[in-house]
T-cell receptor, first 112, second 112 residues
C-alpha cells in the first residue's frame, strides 16, 4: 500500500522467542496503529501512537509492547511469543480519526 | 468488546443486485467509517460519515447513519463480481477520538 510498509510479510517463530514487527510510513502522519485480525473477531486494536514516544494501549495489549522513536516507524514487539499470538497483524496510519486510515498489507505471524 | 457489529455475517447475491450491510454500535461517536478487505489484503477505506450527517454517497456506495438507533447501513448498488470482499464498519468513540474500533465484518459474495 502506498506510503506504508510492513515487515516482514510472513514469519514463523517458536514459542517463547521475542519477535518484532515493523511498520514504516512515508506520509508523515501523526497517528499509527497496530491491529490483529483473527477469524470471528474482526480487527482488534493492540496499541496505538499519537506522536513520537506517545503510545497507548488498545483492547488486546497484553503480551505486546510498542515503540515509536521516529515519526515514520512504529514497532510492535512480542516479548515472548505464544501460540495465541498467531495472527495476521496490520499496521495503519492516519492524520486523525476524522480521516480514513491507510492500512499496510499485513504480517502473517505463526507461533509454533 | 467490539463497538460495531455487522449484520449479516455473510451475504451472497447475483451480479447486478444491490447489497445492503448493517452496522450497530454501542456508544456515542464522532464518525463512522466503512472499509473493504479483499482476501489476503489490507483494509481499504471506503467512506466516512460524521455523526451530524444522515446520508452520504460515493459512486455506487450509499451510507446512512441513524444516531438515535446507533446504526448505519452500507448499500452497494448494481454489484459486480469485483465487489466480493469483506466489509467492516468502524467507529471512534467520543471519549477517545483518535482510535477506531472495528466490527467483525460482513463477507459479501457476488456471483457472476
Amino acid at each position: 500500500d502506498a506510503g506504508i510498509t510492513q515487515s516482514p510479510r510472513h514469519k514463523v517463530t517458536e514459542t517463547g522467542t521475542p519477535v518484532t514487527l515493523r511498520c514504516h510510513q512515508t506520509e508523515n502522519h501523526r497517528y499509527m496503529y497496530w491491529y490483529r485480525q483473527d477469524p470471528g473477531h474482526g480487527l482488534r486494536l493492540i496499541h496505538y501512537s499519537y506522536g513520537v514516544k506517545d503510545t497507548d494501549k488498545g483492547e488486546v495489549s497484553d503480551g505486546y509492547s510498542v515503540s515509536r522513536s521516529k515519526t515514520e516507524d512504529f514497532l510492535l514487539t512480542l516479548e515472548s511469543a505464544t501460540s495465541s499470538q498467531t495472527s495476521v497483524y496490520f499496521c495503519a496510519i492516519s492524520e486523525s480519526s476524522s480521516y480514513g486510515y491507510t492500512f499496510g498489507s499485513g504480517t502473517r505471524l505463526t507461533v509454533v | 468488546s467490539q463497538q460495531g457489529e455487522e449484520d449479516p455475517q455473510a451475504l451472497s447475491i447475483q451480479e447486478g443486485e444491490n447489497a445492503t450491510m448493517n452496522c450497530s454500535y454501542k456508544t456515542s461517536i464522532n464518525n463512522l467509517q466503512w472499509y473493504r478487505q479483499n482476501s489476503g489484503r489490507g483494509l481499504v477505506h471506503l467512506i466516512l460519515i460524521r455523526s451530524n450527517e444522515r446520508e452520504k454517497h460515493s459512486g455506487r456506495l450509499r451510507v446512512t447513519l441513524d444516531t438515535s438507533k446507533k446504526s448505519s447501513s452500507l448499500l452497494i448498488t448494481a454489484s459486480r463480481a469485483a465487489d466480493t470482499a469483506s466489509y467492516f464498519c468502524a467507529t471512534d468513540a467520543r471519549d477517545s477520538s483518535y482510535k477506531l474500533i472495528f466490527g467483525s465484518g460482513t463477507r459479501l459474495l457476488v456471483r457472476p
